[in-house]
């Protein structure tokens, strides 16, 4: 008898691989050693202790055979490298922003617009705060506050655009500190730390319209726009039949320039660039860039890692790509979920995140869940993923007091064209032992507390 045929069909990769790199599980008792001697901070292993990495998608992508091939093609010129122009005329083509100015990753980028364009009292709204943007604000002298709508903040809403800014919330933050002292609102696609939520374009429209009329920028953290495309193509009513490149586009179109980390989206292992469409902002952000990131034609990067990042960010917007991409970590969650296994929903672009509130609920917020269930899983598999907490979100700088973020979560990352579906399910696994046994989780005390970012390298012990 002929099997019956499957409900839908697979889809598989649109790649094959051409080389490996061996990993390996080391035994229990060296992760044990391993997360101790790392202060139970994941950020603190070393990755040949590491099996299955999924601490972030930050520069951890595969490049394609077209990025090597354009590595050989680097012009290491110190001024003008052909590799520059290439990478200006992607932006340009990819994202339409008139002004590139390249940094050494995204966080460069951060700094430069920060200090171009806040005053010490200047307030900047945005979407959730993301770690290395809202420093550099404040470092600026300005202040954050986040206008996100309040289903971000709920990790069992299924709200589709968990992303999309609160214009309710936006208005009044300007009526009451007034226009002059918000010099843009910081849009981020997708948002990181909602668990990689997008923003609607119909949403991102509102705020272009609510900010013209105040003469308010718009600066967009692209870190993840294509990802953040593919879900509005999927879910934005009427913009099923549009490619991912179009809504790219579009999105760009809405704002008056970008901060990009190409490590994430542009699938390589370096680099980042801040664009913009303002020729006053652009004279001034080149200037600045001479001073600590490179000359304005390299801002950081090697010629070679100039090209990866134009090639990459070409592959970035292509409709297969992305689609196998979100897919995978839409493999991932689907599995964890059907299994009870408290996640944020809907499922995010770059990862899973699980909920670890609820996945703890024994432990009080004050020692540290979602740090001790990171640990929990390395002790289990030899995973790594990482903390996006109370450990992550800091002190307030004026109180001295932690943030108790609503989200407690363990961010399972997937880097871009990695890992296998087999993988995924070594992963899954590990997470459902962990979940069976979650009683037996103990809390943290931290020991060690880093001045600023206190997350990649503040160290713990396991309490009692
Ligand atoms: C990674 C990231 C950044 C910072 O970029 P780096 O390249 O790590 O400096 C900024 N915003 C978001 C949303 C990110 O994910």
Redesign the pocket.
Same mark, same amino acid.
């Given at each position: 008898m002929d099997p019956a045929p499957p409900s839908r069909r697979s889809w598989a990769e649109p790649f094959k691989i051409k080389v490996v790199e061996p990993v390996r599980l080391v035994s229990p008792e060296l992760r044990l050693t391993a997360i101790r001697e790392a202060g139970y901070n994941t950020f603190l292993l070393r990755s040949q202790d590491v099996y299955i990495d999924l601490l972030t998608d930050?520069g951890t992508s595969a490049m394609s055979d077209r990025q090597w091939a354009g590595m050989m093609l680097g012009d290491e010129a110190y001024a003008g490298s052909r590799n520059f122009y290439h990478l200006e005329e992607t932006v340009r083509s990819v994202y339409g922003y008139q002004h590139l100015i390249p940094t050494h990753?995204?966080?460069g980028a951060?700094h430069i617009i920060s200090r171009v364009l806040i005053k010490p009292g200047n307030i900047i709204p945005g979407n959730m705060y993301?770690t +290395?943007?809202r420093l550099h604000q404040e470092l600026a002298g300005g202040s954050f506050i986040d206008v996100i709508i309040p289903e971000a903040h709920d990790p069992a809403s299924e709200h589709p655009f968990k992303g999309n800014v609160d214009l309710g919330k936006l208005e009044a933050v300007i009526g009451e500190y007034g226009a002059s002292r918000i010099p843009y609102v910081s849009i981020?696609a997708t948002v990181?730390m909602a668990g990689g939520q997008p923003i609607s374009l119909e949403n991102l429209r509102a705020v272009r319209e609510l900010t013209r009329g105040h003469g308010i920028r718009v600066i967009l953290?692209a +870190?993840r726009v294509a990802e953040n495309a593919y879900f509005i193509q999927q879910r934005e009513p009427g913009q099923q039949g549009r490619t991912i490149a179009e809504i790219v586009r579009e999105t760009c179109s809405l704002t008056d320039g970008c901060t990009m980390?190409a490590?994430?989206d542009a699938l390589v292992n370096i680099g980042?660039f801040l664009a913009v469409n303002d020729w006053d902002i652009f004279e001034e952000a080149r200037n600045i860039v001479v001073i600590y990131e490179g000359l304005h034609t390299y801002g950081g990067m090697a010629g070679r890692d100039m090209e990866a990042v134009a090639i990459g960010l070409e592959e970035s917007v292509d409709d297969e790509h992305i689609r196998a991409r979100v897919g995978q970590v839409l493999y991932l969650g689907e599995k964890l979920r059907a299994w009870g296994i408290p996640i944020v929903l809907p499922i995010g672009g770059h990862g899973i995140f699980l909920d670890a509130k609820a996945f703890l609920p024994h432990l009080d917020q004050s020692v540290y869940p979602a740090q001790a269930l990171a640990a929990a899983i390395y002790l289990d598999s030899g995973v790594r993923t990482m903390e996006r907490g109370i450990v992550s979100a800091g002190r307030d700088k004026d109180t001295g007091l932690e943030y108790r973020p609503k989200l407690e979560l363990v961010r399972v990352t997937i880097p871009r064209r990695v890992y296998t579906q087999a993988h995924m399910d070594v992963v899954a696994e590990s997470i459902l032992a962990v979940y069976q046994e979650r009683s037996n989780v103990r809390g943290l005390r931290m020991v060690y507390e880093p001045r600023y970012l206190r997350f990649f390298q503040a160290r713990f012990e396991p309490l009692g």
């Open positions: 930050s990753q995204g966080r951060e993301f +290395t943007t981020a990181n953290d +870190t980390s490590k994430k980042g």
